[in-house]
Structure formats: structure tokens, C-alpha cells
């Protein structure tokens, strides 16, 4: 799926399952707009050739709140769920990524952009090649608490 302006959302236990892309972004690639992920919906079993496993943002903001969440996803590169290079990733209400995998980054890669994973949500069981299992970073602006430290 690409978001090129716009809105989409999925709500309500929806799910995006077994996808792929020879490129960035292995279910859905944002390059402008707003997507919403919310309700108990799900991205599950994606994958990515590049970068963003699930989902590559290349500007735009995504939303996943209120029991979503994103398992089983991988990337070659960077970021075997979620890649960012610019736009704002928000994880929050209790919302997860699980069992993903890339060389860096293995659940998530920042290269611009802000990221806020707040209220209850969490990142787990993700494995990197070489740096950050959980989130590797080049340049990143956190918005709430980053595990080592404040930094904006």
C-alpha cells in the first residue's frame, strides 16, 4: 500500500497479512498523508527487500494506538518493522512490536523524523544483525522517554 497524501485507516481488528516488496516498505510505504492504525488491527508477516520491514515513512505521520500490533516482519537492511527517514511514528495505548528482524535496527530505524512510544506500548523480541535489536538510530528527535536518556 502506498500513502501519498490522504488518509487511511485500519480499525477495528483489521489486518494486513503476508506481504512484500522489492523496494522500501514491506505492507505499506508513506510518503505524505496519515495513516491510522487502531482498535486491535494488525500488520503481520511483512517483509522488505530494503528497509521497513512492516512499514518504511518517508514523510507523513502514522498513528498505532489501542492494542495494535506489528509482528513478524523483516528487512534486509534497516529497520525490520518500522523505517523512518522523516515524518512522525507514534506507538501508544498498550500497542506492540514483536519477532522482527534487519541488519540494523531490528524492530525499528530512525533516520529523521520523531518517534513517541508511550502508555503501556512496547517493543520486544526483535534481533539485529549487527546494531540496535531493538531500535538502531542515526539522527533521531524522541519525544517522551528514550531508554537511555532525554535528548532533543
Known sequence: MLIAGGSFTLTSGSA???SA???????VFVSSGILIVSRGSS???SMSSLSGGAMYITGGTVNIFNGCFISSSSAQANGGAIAINSGVFTLSDNSSITASSAAYGGALYLSGGLIALSRGSSVANSTSLY???AAGEERVRWKGSHPCKERF
Do not use: F, M, W
Open 16 to 18: 494486513i497479512v503476508y
Open 21 to 27: 516488496a522489492q523496494g522500501n516498505g514491506g505492507a
Open 43 to 45: 500488520i503481520l508477516h
Open 131 to 133: 546494531e540496535g535489536g
